[in-house]
């Protein structure tokens, strides 16, 4: 029967319900079906985010291991004068051949560098029959052979130019590889610039011969020449330099600018090297200052960076191995560069020099003349045998300020 009133007690109101031979009773939205409803969707959706939740894991599972096979699978061979370095998702990679070297050859001389990067000992060897200066790199035995071969890899793809430092060969012994390349006897640009200034080394000489250096206006633009050349060289073959300054250019036979620390460039003048960590924030551009923006036109990683870089290399050779921006500090570059402070001229530089180092300058990094447009303009100058860089001794001469500890922040 159905529901009554008497049964639902005095205060309940009336509910009617009809059913249908039977068919289970009908029940308003909080009874039975309901809950079976409620319960239907729970479990679907601790199954969905359970789901959802496993996969993301195992996606990022799966890069990590990626990534770490990627490491750990590197093998390295080196023997017979040709070096294989096997990486994902190369199967069958191409051996890189380089020159070999006689281990009975190598007369060790002086200790040139050392570093956690390793030794860099100066060297006589043998190399066609012909005896000749070297740099030898040694690796400590507490480092990775994987990545100073990464290094023997980079020369060899580089290839020879005049204006880096070029690899003259490599030698196996005992199980440990040392790379040869060409020796700079002038040491690096920065040191060989402020030896120059002959108004602090020998002010009797500077006043007898009227001039603040030893280096001529010619002399200063042919390093600019030769850097940029260097680097136009590594810009077409897509390599970058990651610390383009003056302390990283080798001065050679010449003496010439060879780029280094990077490897290196060469022509007796200057080298190319890798950072060991530090940023070299005084030569890095805007974009890598503020976004980590890295790109051989700012100063960093990056093409765009580099020739920011290269404009304050140029104010370093101007200024006979000044210091950028001295006397101020590194937060205060991050707040007055993207405001659009930018270094003074030097009081003996040509209009047109500055000009250049401004174009390198500029904020937008596709707007900064690439590494071929800054050669050519280099090498119109020097033919124009003008004195670009006056290094008379005019009235209130004064050299551009030094503060090492400011050039390691």
């Known amino acids: 029967c159905g529901l009554s009133p008497r049964c639902l007690g005095d205060w309940s109101k009336f509910v009617q319900a009809r059913t249908q031979g039977d068919a289970p009773q009908h029940w308003g939205w909080a009874g039975p079906r309901g809950t079976e409803h409620q319960l239907l969707w729970a479990v679907v959706g601790s199954v969905a985010v359970t789901c ?44 890189l051949t380089y020159p070999i070297l006689d281990w009975e050859t190598f007369k060790f001389q002086d200790v040139i560098g050392e570093g956690n990067f390793g030794q860099v000992i100066k060297a006589m060897i043998k190399k066609d029959g012909t005896k000749m200066s070297a740099a030898i790199k ?22 020879q130019h005049p204006n880096i430092i070029n690899l003259l060969g490599a030698c196996e012994n005992r199980g440990y590889l040392y790379i040869a390349i060409e020796y700079a006897p002038y040491g690096n ?13 020998d002010p009797a000489f500077a006043i007898e011969h009227g001039t603040a250096s030893t280096l001529t206006s010619q002399q200063l633009l042919q390093f600019a020449v030769d850097v940029a050349t260097g680097m136009h ?55 890598s200052l503020n976004y980590s923006v890295y790109t051989t036109k700012s100063g960093c990683v990056s093409f765009h960076s580099c020739v920011w ?46 000009e250049l ?19 050519v303009q280099l090498n119109r100058m020097q033919e124009a045998r003008k004195a670009y860089v006056n290094m008379a001794l005019f009235e209130n001469f004064t050299y551009a300020g030094i503060d090492a500890t400011a050039e390691e922040a």
Request: aromatic fraction near 12%; charged fraction near 25%.
């Open 52 to 95: 959802v939740t496993i996969l993301l894991a195992l996606l990022a599972l799966f890069y990590v291991c990626k990534f770490i096979s990627g490491i750990e699978e590197t093998i390295l061979q080196f023997n017979s004068g040709t070096l294989t370095l096997t990486r994902r998702p190369k199967p069958t990679p191409e051996p």
């Open 138 to 159: 040694i690796l400590p035995q507490k480092n990775d052979h994987r990545d100073f071969a990464g290094e023997l890899e980079v020369l060899c793809k580089l290839g």
């Open 189 to 201: 640009l920065l040191d060989f610039l402020r030896k120059s200034r002959v108004l602090e080394t």
């Open 233 to 287: 060289y590594l810009s077409d073959k897509q390599f970058i330099h990651r610390d383009l300054a003056a302390r990283n250019v080798l001065v050679g036979e010449k003496p010439d600018g060879k780029n280094c620390r990077f490897w290196t460039v060469s022509r007796g003048r200057f080298l190319l090297f890798l950072s060991q960590g530090r940023l070299p924030v005084r030569w890095m551009a805007i974009e």
């Open 309 to 354: 870089s290269f404009g304050v290399l140029l104010w370093e050779i101007v200024s006979l191995g000044g210091t950028p921006y001295c006397g101020m500090t590194c937060a205060e570059l991050y707040e007055k560069l993207p405001q659009g402070y930018r270094m003074e001229k030097p009081r003996n530089c040509d209009d047109e020099v500055y």
């Open 357 to 375: 180092m401004r174009q390198c300058w500029r904020d937008r990094p596709y707007e900064r003349p690439p590494f071929s447009q800054i050669s």
